[in-house]
């Protein structure tokens, strides 16, 4: 069993930055792959990044070249930094944490980009 708290989302402009963290419950997150889900109002849930316990990282293609996913596994944490937001990024954010087809999620942290 992994809790997974996010954190870090909020109003931000158009252009702008913003970093989202999820703290683990646990440390012994090496194993997992991890990943950052969004879900803006009447759409899916979609991927946005994943790593793997490897360090591979895969996007989906609208974030690419802004989006960096990024752990630290020694903190249990996994990190999403965003870059040049735009306002179809608004979404609540997942953080996900998935091992032998288990998946654990957050409760997810607001992302709106607004001017």
Known sequence: ?????????????????????????????????????????????????AITNGGNTNYTESVKGRFTISRDNTKGTVYLQMNSLKPEDTAVYFCNARLYGFDFWGRGTQVTVSS
């Open 1 to 49: 069993q992994v809790q997974l708290v996010e954190s870090g989302g909020g109003l931000v402009q158009p252009g702008g930055s913003a970093r989202l963290s999820c703290a683990a419950s646990r440390n012994s997150i090496s194993f997992y792959t991890m990943g950052w889900y969004r879900q803006a109002p009447g759409k899916q849930r979609e991927l946005v990044a």
